[in-house]
């Protein structure tokens, strides 16, 4: 299988796809596992530099009791709604454990559900720069496939709750605002700010999928994992993108919306984009 895989490497981008999409039925269901792992991990997919592949490696669980209990104490209090308490116990179990995914995933979260409407794009940018972080730990944490699934799926809906609800928040921000009480200049500025706070958050589900696929894609193991929950990333950022951009502001971002409906089309042919697309 070493031999089929370094031959895959050797193929171009371009006649990968070809032989994923187009000559399936000459592969056996491992070698169709290596294939697509190969592809998934392509600058061409990603936009990024592949990671490398990671010797396998006996996963130990080393959190301390200490950094354990703080885990616990952090998700306790956000799901409680104390947003502050839990950023501090973030705090402590970074200074306890300065590579924690969880420690430092869950500060970017509740650090991004505090603050007033105007700093948002901010705080939303924030997240979406501390992604590539996130995801690194995670990468080099050595955990099995099992861990390694269990963490990204949490990351993964945790980033959808977050997302689907600061979008409702943005979209009834506007919608206080446009209506004829306010002057024209007001409900301009809102719209722009609004328009501006919602590209950040597709662009997250963006960023999440094209991680994904850099830095686990390779992983034989983890392919059909990886495949469909950085599809289901592509796929939702352009919902959201479409729920908000009217027809002639879509023409601004249509190049890069068209490069992920591509991308999840080479993975799920049957895809079909919002109308518009």
């Known amino acids: 299988m070493n031999e089929f895989r370094a031959e895959m490497a050797g193929l171009s981008t371009e006649d990968l796809i070809l032989v994923y999409t187009d000559q399936k039925n000459l592969y056996s269901e491992d070698e169709l596992l290596v294939i697509e792992s190969e592809l998934l991990s392509r600058t061409e997919i990603t936009g990024k530099k592949p990671y490398p592949l990671k010797p396998k490696t006996v996963f130990k669980a080393a959190s301390s009791n200490k950094v354990a209990n703080l885990l616990r104490a952090i998700r306790r209090t956000g799901e409680d709604g104390d947003y502050r308490e839990a ?19 869950y ?4 650090d991004t559900l505090q603050g007033s409407f105007s700093d948002l794009h901010d705080r939303v940018e924030k997240m979406y720069h501390k992604i590539h972080t996130i995801l690194h730990l995670v990468w080099e ?12 799926r949490e990351i993964d809906v945790k980033l959808r709750v977050l997302t689907d609800g600061l979008y409702h928040y943005c979209a009834a921000k506007h919608n206080q605002y446009n209506n004829p009480l306010h002057t024209t200049a007001v409900r301009t500025l809102v719209y722009q700010e609004t328009q501006l706070q919602i590209s950040n958050l597709y662009s997250i589900a963006f960023e999440f999928g094209d991680c994904l696929c850099q830095m686990f894609g390779n992983r034989v193991e983890l392919a059909p994992f990886i495949r469909d929950t950085a599809c289901a990333a592509w796929s939702y950022g352009i919902e959201m993108q479409s729920r908000w951009v009217n027809g002639f502001e879509k023409m601004y971002v249509a190049e890069l919306i068209q490069q992920y409906i591509e991308k999840i089309k080479i993975f799920k042919p049957d895809y079909l984009p919002p109308r518009g697309y």
């Open 107 to 110: 500060l970017a979260y509740y």
């Open 141 to 152: 944490s050595d955990m099995d496939a099992a861990a390694t699934k269990s963490a990204l």
């Open 87 to 105: 950023v501090m116990y973030c705090r402590q179990a970074i200074a306890a454990d300065p590579n924690s995914w969880e420690a430092i995933f």
